[in-house]
């Protein structure tokens, strides 16, 4: 398996980048990293893996058009190289608008697909279960065709990456009820009841997300944005608080001791970092879109997501999804 990656562009500089893919090295030897940034931050790296020089970094406001200019940046060279060299996958934790432009423009869509979408999993109050979540920021607009095809593509990962025979998939919307809704959810529960999509449940609401029930949801990709910038938002502020609260005094401390294995096992379960990154679907190889303010236990994370994907064939599995699509 090999795998590009742009260690250029996120918030944390290359450093970050570096000690993950040592670490992800280190217990997945069969995998052949190719890494792309400026030589001479990526020294520790070349006694591992092969380093491409590419110092120049694609800017967060960065357009197609101007991503696909910058021939030497370290994200359009390890897009590029993935298509010439027939490499599995490619990560990223720069912009990313640039990054799915580059993807979309230079690895292209899989014949059907509408719109690509970025797709990632949240953490539930149930341990150790998760729930797929798409379009969580490809798009700013989508249509209800759209939306159904997420479905498919969403069925397929979750299947893929959890085995899940007859995963419940749900619409986000404002209310449970099916006349809830924007006019474009309300179209899309529409046609997915009338595609008779296997496993649809119907509406959920935001609040009852992370509580288990739901397998996958579907939503805009503005709506699934802001939902997943809003719970990693809350996750952090309650973490914070915990702590402030349990270094109060000496009383809160010595209860702390009592309560930490709860308290850890709490903080495992809704670490969002230990997802890592969010997979580009709908595109012609694996990429994954890492946080942009990644450390190196997040940017390993979406190295393993990204491994894990190209085990799993997603992208073969999306194809055969797209085809059952369409024959309704």
Not at 76 to 102: N, W
Not at 150 to 175: I, R, V
Not at 281 to 308: E, M, P, R, T
Request: proline share 2%.
């Amino acid at each position: 398996m090999k795998i590009a990656i742009d260690a250029m562009g996120g918030d944390n500089g290359s450093k970050p980048i570096v000690e993950a893919i040592k670490e992800f090295l280190k217990d997945n030897k069969d995998v052949e990293i190719i890494v792309f940034g400026k030589e001479v931050e990526l020294q520790e790296l070349t006694s591992l893996c092969r380093v491409v020089n590419a110092p120049d970094i694609v800017p967060m406001e960065a357009g197609a058009l101007e991503v696909l200019r910058m021939k030497n940046s370290s994200m359009c060279k390890a897009v590029s190289t993935m298509k010439e060299e027939g490499f599995d996958a490619v990560v990223s934790a720069g912009s990313t608008g640039g990054f799915l432009s580059a993807a979309t423009l230079i690895l292209k869509t899989v014949p059907g697909v509408k719109r690509s979408c970025l797709v990632t999993c949240f953490p539930t109050k149930i341990k150790g279960k998760k729930v797929t979540v798409l379009d969580v920021g490809a798009n700013n607009e989508n249509n209800a065709e759209e939306l159904v095809q997420f479905a498919y593509m969403g069925k397929a990962y979750n299947q893929a990456l959890f085995a899940t025979k007859e995963p419940k998939t749900y619409l986000l919307s404002n209310g449970a009820e099916e006349h809830k809704g924007s006019p474009l959810v309300k179209e899309a529960h529409k046609l997915l009841k009338e595609k008779n999509f296997e496993g649809f449940q119907g509406n959920m609401e935001a609040r009852d997300v992370l509580n288990g029930d739901a397998d996958i949801i579907v939503a805009d990709g503005f709506s699934g944005n802001v939902m997943l910038k809003g719970m990693e938002g809350i996750a952090k502020m309650m973490s914070g608080m915990i702590k402030k609260n349990f270094k109060k005094n000496l009383w809160t401390k010595l209860g702390y001791l009592h309560v930490r294995k709860g308290f850890k096992d709490m903080s495992e379960t809704m670490d969002y970092k230990s997802t890592g990154g969010a997979m580009l679907l709908g595109i012609n190889g694996v990429v994954v879109k890492a946080h942009g303010n990644s450390d190196a236990y997040s940017f390993k994370s979406a190295l393993k997501v990204a491994k894990q994907m190209v085990d799993f064939d997603v992208v073969n599995k999306i194809r055969e999804s797209l085809k059952d699509e369409q024959r309704l």
